[in-house]
C-alpha cells in the first residue's frame, strides 16, 4: 500500500513540476508586479530601496485601485467573458452535429474525418486569421453573397471586416476542434446498447438523443467548453486584425499595457484577474464534468 | 402468439437465418439455443425490429411485425449487459418506459415502486446502477423491461455476466419470475444447461436452422441428430450401419467394435443398411470390471484412459478396442460401490436395450 502510494507521487510528479514551473511560479510573478511601479522606460521600477543603510520596500497598491476607478476594463472584462460564453455556445452548436455524425460513422471513415477536423492546425494561426481578411475584405466572397441576399430585400450594403461579427466567427473558426475532439472522445465510447435500450423501451429517435445521448455527452460539452471558454478569454490577434474599434477584449488592453503603454504592472492587474477568471472557470468545468463520470 | 414464417436474413454471402419457422404459445419460456453465430441473435433481434428479415414475416397475435418500429412494439428486451442508463438512478431506469408511454406521474411512482418490490430492491430507487451488483443490475434490468407489461419478453444471454453461483439463483428467479408474471419469454444462450434448467421448450439451431424443438427432457433424451446429442449435454457417439430391423428395435453394426441390439423409436426413418449414430448418455453407460450377463444389451471390453472426479460423480473416459473414447459416468454415492478404477484398468463397458438412441445420418 505504502510502495503504490509512493509510486502514484512519482507518477504525478512531472505534471506537477510542469504546473508549478509554468503556472504557479509565473503567476506569482505576476501577482508580485502588480504591486509594483512602472519603471520609467517600460518594465519594473526597484521594489525596495537601500539607501543610507536604510532597507525600505517601494510597493503600491495603486494598481489594484486603478482597476476600480475607472468601469471600463469592468466592462471589458465583462465583454470578454460575453464573447467567449458566444463562442462557446457556437462552437457546440455547431461542434455537436459534427461530432455525433463521425462518431456514428464507420471505423475508418471516422479516422479520415477527425483528420480533416484538425487539419487547420497544420497550418499557421495568423495565416488562417488571414484567410479570414480575404474572405471578409469587401470585394471577398463571402461579403459579395451576403450583400448580394440583403440586396434582394432591397437592405443596404454592409461591411464584414473589422466587425464583432467577423471577430465571433473567426473565433468560432478557430476554436471549433477544441470543441468537436473532446465531443467526439465522448460520443465514440457512449454504449450504442443503450440506445437500442432506449429504443426498445419505446423512445423515438428524438428522445433516445434527448435522454440518453445529451445526457451522457454533458461531461464532453464542459470539456469542450473549457477548452474554447479559456483561450477565447486571453485572445488578442484575432479582434486586432479582424475587429472594430468596439470589438475589442479584456487581452487587447493587457497586450497593450505590456507592449505600447509600458505599464508591466497595472498590466499584471489585469491578467491576474483574467488569470482568477480562467481557473474559476476551469474549476466550475471540472467539478461538472466529474460529477458526470461519476455517474456515467 | 410468436409466429416466425420463412424467415431469411444474409449479410452478404453469409446465410444467418435460412427460411426458420417457429411458433410460440402465449406463456411459454422459449429458449433458442445454439453454438455462436447459429443466428440466434439475429433471430431475436428481429423479433425486436433491430434488424429485418429478408424473406418472411413474423407475426404476434396473427398481425405482421415487421413495419413496426422497435419502439412501437409490445415487448422488451433484456441486453446482455443490462444496458441501464448510467445516468439514471434505479429508479428513473424502471420509469423510463413508462415515461416514453406518457403514464401520468403520480402512477408512474406507485408502479416503479412496486416493480422495485417485485424485484425485492425496494430500498435501491435512489442509487445510480453503478453502485449494484451484477445480480442487482440484472433484476433492475428486468423490472424496467416487465414495468409495462410487454407481450414478450425477449432476453439476450442474460446471464453470462453472472459467477456460477449467482447465475444458478437468478435461473430460478427468473422461473419463478415468468411463472408469476405469466409473460411469454424468449431466452437467447449458448449453454445448454441454463437452456434445459430454464425452458418449457427449446429449438436448437446451427448454421442459420433450426434442427429440433422440443421440451427440455425429449431434446435430452431424444435428440434428432448427432448435432443436439453433442450440443445437448456430454454423449458419446457410436457411428455404424443398420443391419436389421426388428419391432420395436434394431441391430446396429458398430464401427469396429461389433454388432449391438438397441430400441428405436417409431418414426424415426431407422432402415437396414443406412448409416446411423448410436448417442448414449455417459450415466446409462456403465463400466465394471466382470462381466456382468443379464439386463445389458452390448458389452465391450477396454483401459480407463482418463477419469475426472467431480465430487458427486466421477467421468471415466474408457478407450475401447477400435480406439475409440466412451464416457462413462459413475455416481459417487452409488450403495455398495467396490471400488474406483484406475487408470489403465481393463473394465467392461456395456448399457441396456434402452440406453441408447438412434439417430439416421
Same mark, same amino acid.
Given at each position: 500500500?505504502?510502495?503504490?502510494?509512493?509510486?502514484?507521487?512519482?507518477?504525478?510528479?512531472?505534471?506537477?513540476?510542469?504546473?508549478?514551473?509554468?503556472?504557479?511560479?509565473?503567476?506569482?510573478?505576476?501577482?508580485?508586479?502588480?504591486?509594483?511601479?512602472?519603471?520609467?522606460?517600460?518594465?519594473?521600477?526597484?521594489?525596495?530601496?537601500?539607501?543610507?543603510?536604510?532597507? %525600505?520596500?517601494?510597493?503600491?497598491?495603486?494598481?489594484?485601485?486603478?482597476?476600480?476607478?475607472?468601469?471600463?476594463?469592468?466592462?471589458?472584462?465583462?465583454?470578454?467573458?460575453?464573447?467567449?460564453?458566444?463562442?462557446?455556445?457556437?462552437?457546440?452548436?455547431?461542434?455537436?452535429?459534427?461530432?455525433?455524425?463521425?462518431?456514428?460513422?464507420? *471505423? !475508418?471513415?471516422?479516422?479520415?474525418?477527425?483528420?480533416?477536423?484538425?487539419?487547420?492546425?497544420? %497550418?499557421?494561426?495568423?495565416?488562417?486569421?488571414?484567410?479570414?481578411?480575404?474572405?471578409?475584405?469587401?470585394?471577398?466572397?463571402?461579403?459579395?453573397?451576403?450583400? #448580394?441576399?440583403?440586396?434582394?430585400?432591397?437592405?443596404?450594403?454592409?461591411?464584414?471586416?473589422?466587425?464583432?461579427?467577423?471577430?465571433?466567427?473567426?473565433?468560432?473558426?478557430?476554436?471549433?476542434?477544441?470543441?468537436?475532439?473532446?465531443?467526439?472522445?465522448?460520443?465514440?465510447?457512449?454504449?450504442?446498447?443503450?440506445?437500442?435500450?432506449?429504443?426498445?423501451?419505446?423512445?423515438?429517435?428524438?428522445?433516445?438523443?434527448?435522454?440518453? &445521448?445529451?445526457?451522457?455527452?454533458?461531461?464532453?460539452?464542459?470539456?469542450?467548453?473549457?477548452?474554447?471558454?479559456?483561450?477565447?478569454?486571453?485572445?488578442?490577434?484575432?479582434?486586432?486584425? $479582424?475587429?472594430?474599434?468596439?470589438?475589442?477584449?479584456?487581452?487587447?488592453?493587457?497586450?497593450?499595457?505590456?507592449?505600447?503603454?509600458?505599464?508591466?504592472?497595472?498590466?499584471?492587474?489585469?491578467?491576474?484577474?483574467?488569470?482568477?477568471?480562467?481557473? $474559476?472557470?476551469?474549476?466550475?468545468?471540472?467539478?461538472?464534468?466529474?460529477? #458526470?463520470?461519476?455517474?456515467? | 402468439?410468436?409466429?416466425?414464417?420463412?424467415?431469411?436474413?444474409?449479410?452478404?454471402?453469409?446465410?444467418?437465418?435460412?427460411?426458420?419457422?417457429?411458433?410460440?404459445?402465449?406463456?411459454?419460456?422459449?429458449?433458442?439455443?445454439?453454438?455462436?453465430?447459429?443466428?440466434? &441473435?439475429?433471430?431475436?433481434?428481429?423479433?425486436?425490429?433491430?434488424?429485418?428479415?429478408?424473406?418472411?414475416?413474423?407475426?404476434?397475435?396473427?398481425?405482421?411485425?415487421?413495419?413496426?418500429?422497435?419502439?412501437?412494439?409490445?415487448?422488451?428486451?433484456?441486453?446482455?449487459?443490462?444496458?441501464?442508463?448510467?445516468?439514471?438512478?434505479?429508479?428513473?431506469?424502471?420509469?423510463?418506459?413508462?415515461?416514453?408511454?406518457?403514464?401520468?406521474?403520480?402512477?408512474?411512482?406507485?408502479?416503479?415502486?412496486?416493480?422495485?418490490?417485485?424485484?425485492? $430492491?425496494?430500498? *435501491?430507487?435512489?442509487?445510480?446502477?453503478?453502485?449494484?451488483?451484477?445480480?442487482?443490475?440484472?433484476?433492475?434490468?428486468?423490472?424496467?423491461?416487465?414495468?409495462?407489461?410487454?407481450?414478450?419478453?425477449?432476453?439476450?444471454?442474460?446471464?453470462?455476466?453472472?459467477?456460477?453461483?449467482?447465475?444458478?439463483?437468478?435461473?430460478?428467479?427468473?422461473?419463478?419470475?415468468?411463472?408469476?408474471?405469466?409473460?411469454?419469454?424468449?431466452?437467447?444462450?449458448?449453454?445448454?444447461?441454463?437452456?434445459?434448467?430454464?425452458?418449457?421448450?427449446?429449438?436448437?439451431?446451427? #448454421?442459420?436452422?433450426?434442427?429440433?424443438?422440443?421440451?427440455? %427432457?425429449?431434446?435430452? #433424451?431424444?435428440?434428432?441428430?448427432?448435432?443436439?446429442?453433442?450440443?445437448?449435454?456430454?454423449?458419446?457417439?457410436?457411428?455404424?450401419?443398420?443391419?436389421?430391423?426388428?419391432?420395436?428395435?434394431?441391430?446396429?453394426?458398430?464401427?469396429?467394435?461389433?454388432?449391438?441390439? &438397441?430400441?428405436?423409436?417409431?418414426?424415426?426413418?431407422?432402415?437396414?443398411? !443406412?448409416?446411423?449414430?448410436?448417442?448414449?448418455?455417459?450415466?446409462?453407460?456403465?463400466?465394471?470390471?466382470?462381466?456382468?450377463?443379464?439386463?445389458?444389451?452390448?458389452?465391450?471390453?477396454?483401459?480407463?484412459?482418463?477419469?475426472?472426479?467431480?465430487?458427486?460423480?466421477?467421468?471415466?473416459?474408457?478407450?475401447?478396442?477400435?480406439?475409440?473414447?466412451?464416457?462413462?459416468?459413475?455416481?459417487?454415492?452409488?450403495?455398495? !460401490?467396490? !471400488?474406483?478404477?484406475?487408470?489403465?484398468?481393463?473394465?467392461?463397458?456395456?448399457?441396456?436395450?434402452?440406453?441408447?438412441?438412434?439417430?439416421?445420418?
Amino acid at each position: 500500500m505504502r510502495r503504490k502510494t509512493w509510486r502514484r507521487q512519482l507518477l504525478t510528479l512531472p505534471p506537477t513540476g510542469y504546473l508549478l514551473l509554468f503556472f504557479a511560479v509565473p503567476s506569482i510573478i505576476m501577482l508580485f508586479a502588480s504591486f509594483r511601479y512602472a519603471g520609467e522606460y517600460g518594465g519594473l521600477a526597484p521594489w525596495y530601496y537601500y539607501e543610507a543603510g536604510e532597507f %525600505s520596500l517601494d510597493l503600491t497598491l495603486e494598481n489594484w485601485q486603478r482597476l476600480f476607478e475607472s468601469e471600463i476594463y469592468l466592462l471589458l472584462f465583462l465583454k470578454s467573458i460575453g464573447y467567449a460564453l458566444l463562442t462557446s455556445l457556437l462552437c457546440i452548436l455547431l461542434g455537436y452535429p459534427l461530432a455525433l455524425m463521425i462518431a456514428r460513422r464507420p *471505423k !475508418r471513415q471516422r479516422d479520415l474525418l477527425l483528420l480533416l477536423v484538425i487539419l487547420p492546425f497544420w %497550418s499557421n494561426f495568423l495565416v488562417r486569421i488571414y484567410a479570414w481578411m480575404i474572405i471578409f475584405s469587401p470585394a471577398g466572397a463571402l461579403t459579395q453573397m451576403v450583400n #448580394g441576399l440583403l440586396g434582394l430585400f432591397g437592405l443596404g450594403p454592409v461591411t464584414l471586416m473589422y466587425s464583432t461579427t467577423a471577430v465571433i466567427v473567426t473565433l468560432v473558426y478557430v476554436h471549433l476542434p477544441f470543441m468537436v475532439l473532446p465531443l467526439y472522445a465522448n460520443l465514440e465510447k457512449q454504449s450504442p446498447a443503450l440506445l437500442d435500450a432506449a429504443q426498445d423501451l419505446g423512445a423515438n429517435s428524438w428522445r433516445r438523443f434527448w435522454h440518453v &445521448t445529451w445526457p451522457l455527452s454533458l461531461p464532453g460539452i464542459y470539456a469542450g467548453s473549457i477548452l474554447v471558454f479559456i483561450p477565447v478569454l486571453g485572445m488578442f490577434a484575432i479582434p486586432d486584425l $479582424l475587429g472594430g474599434t468596439d470589438s475589442i477584449m479584456i487581452a487587447n488592453v493587457i497586450k497593450q499595457q505590456f507592449v505600447e503603454s509600458r505599464d508591466w504592472p497595472f498590466g499584471s492587474v489585469l491578467s491576474m484577474v483574467m488569470t482568477v477568471a480562467a481557473v $474559476l472557470v476551469v474549476l466550475l468545468g471540472a467539478r461538472l464534468a466529474r460529477q #458526470g463520470v461519476a455517474r456515467g | 402468439m410468436l409466429e416466425i414464417k420463412d424467415v431469411s436474413r444474409r449479410f452478404d454471402s453469409f446465410v444467418a437465418l435460412d427460411r426458420v419457422n417457429l411458433t410460440i404459445a402465449a406463456g411459454e419460456f422459449f429458449t433458442l439455443l445454439g453454438p455462436s453465430g447459429c443466428g440466434k &441473435t439475429t433471430l431475436l433481434r428481429m423479433i425486436a425490429g433491430f434488424d429485418q428479415p429478408d424473406d418472411g414475416d413474423i407475426l404476434l397475435d396473427g398481425r405482421s411485425l415487421i413495419a413496426t418500429p422497435p419502439e412501437q412494439r409490445p415487448l422488451h428486451t433484456i441486453f446482455q449487459n443490462y444496458a441501464l442508463f448510467p445516468h439514471m438512478t434505479v429508479a428513473e431506469n424502471i420509469a423510463f418506459p413508462l415515461r416514453m408511454a406518457g403514464c401520468a406521474r403520480e402512477e408512474i411512482a406507485g408502479r416503479v415502486a412496486r416493480a422495485l418490490e417485485d424485484v425485492r $430492491l425496494p430500498d *435501491k430507487g435512489r442509487h445510480y446502477p453503478d453502485a449494484l451488483s451484477g445480480g442487482q443490475k440484472q433484476r433492475i434490468a428486468i423490472a424496467r423491461a416487465l414495468v409495462n407489461r410487454p407481450r414478450l419478453l425477449l432476453l439476450d444471454e442474460p446471464l453470462s455476466a453472472l459467477d456460477a453461483k449467482l447465475r444458478e439463483q437468478m435461473q430460478l428467479e427468473l422461473i419463478t419470475l415468468q411463472k408469476e408474471v405469466g409473460i411469454t419469454f424468449i431466452y437467447v444462450t449458448h449453454d445448454q444447461g441454463e437452456a434445459l434448467a430454464l425452458s418449457h421448450r427449446i429449438a436448437v439451431m446451427n #448454421g442459420g436452422h433450426i434442427v429440433q424443438v422440443d421440451e427440455p %427432457s425429449r431434446l435430452y #433424451g431424444f435428440p434428432n441428430s448427432r448435432f443436439v446429442a453433442d450440443f445437448i449435454g456430454h454423449c458419446n457417439l457410436l457411428g455404424g450401419v443398420v443391419t436389421a430391423v426388428q419391432t420395436g428395435d434394431a441391430t446396429v453394426e458398430l464401427d469396429g467394435l461389433g454388432t449391438v441390439q &438397441t430400441v428405436i423409436q417409431p418414426a424415426a426413418g431407422v432402415a437396414v443398411g !443406412r448409416r446411423c449414430t448410436l448417442t448414449l448418455r455417459p450415466e446409462k453407460t456403465h463400466i465394471s470390471t466382470t462381466l456382468t450377463p443379464g439386463e445389458e444389451a452390448a458389452h465391450f471390453r477396454g483401459v480407463v484412459h482418463d477419469m475426472l472426479y467431480l465430487g458427486d460423480v466421477t467421468v471415466y473416459k474408457v478407450e475401447l478396442a477400435n480406439g475409440m473414447i466412451v464416457e462413462a459416468l459413475l455416481a459417487n454415492s452409488a450403495p455398495g !460401490r467396490a !471400488r474406483f478404477f484406475e487408470v489403465g484398468d481393463a473394465v467392461e463397458v456395456a448399457w441396456r436395450l434402452d440406453a441408447g438412441h438412434l439417430v439416421m445420418e
